[in-house]
């Protein structure tokens, strides 16, 4: 059979070339069509949440400051912090909740940012070492002890040091050395400077 023969159709039949360009004109508006409902879905989803979905844009009272800032679900206030606020003075080390190089203040209380929540903490008021200053805004008198006993080696732990010895303070102003050296073992050093900085927290301690 020729390709003559093979094109020929019964009178009254569309033709087979005809069936084909039917065939794409509908395949293509078909598409068009789910993409274009596709795209509804989309833009419906993205203008309102679905039920029990977390609000992303949130506000942090970070030393003293309310912040507006964009976190995700699973987000972590050590990254928070660091990348979207740009409080780079939180170190990140372990990224488990062991060495306290990432230590803040939680409403007073010391807590590993690396391992909480940005979404868990919204209603608190969180202090980093860029918020610590002395009474005319200079340094805290645990710094500036920090300095005097010359408490840094490396100086990567001594954000979450001072950190941890403020809070301490704040909360046992004249504490004994057994007690300092038990509020100051959640941060690790590696430099072994531990003697150093508990001098350093007796000497603040001891100031008015």
Request: hydrophobic share 35%; glycine share 10%; with cysteine.
């Amino acid at each position: 059979m020729s390709d003559a023969d093979s094109n020929k159709t019964e009178p009254g039949q569309p033709s087979l070339r005809t069936t084909r360009r039917s065939f794409i004109k509908g395949v293509i508006v078909s598409g068009v069509a789910v993409s274009a409902v596709g795209y509804v879905v989309y833009e419906r989803t993205a203008r309102r949440p679905a039920a029990g979905a977390v609000e992303r844009l949130i506000t942090l009272n970070v030393n003293g400051r309310d912040r507006r800032v964009d976190v995700a679900p699973h987000e972590t206030l050590a990254y928070t912090i660091r990348n979207k606020l740009g409080l780079t003075g939180t170190k990140v080390s372990c990224d488990r909740a062991e060495c306290g190089a990432c230590t803040v203040m939680l409403d007073g209380v010391t807590s590993y940012s690396c391992s909480t929540l940005t979404q868990s903490v919204r209603n608190r008021k969180i202090v980093t070492i860029e918020g610590i200053a002395g009474p005319t805004g200079g340094l805290h008198k645990v710094q500036q002890a920090m300095i005097d006993e010359l408490g840094p080696q490396c100086g990567f732990c001594t954000s979450g040091q001072v950190v941890s010895a403020v809070a301490l303070l704040n909360r046992n102003p004249k504490p004994t050395q057994d007690e300092a050296r038990r509020g100051m073992s959640g941060n690790l050093c590696k430099c072994g400077a531990y003697d150093h900085y508990l001098k350093a927290v007796m000497r603040a301690s001891q100031e008015a």
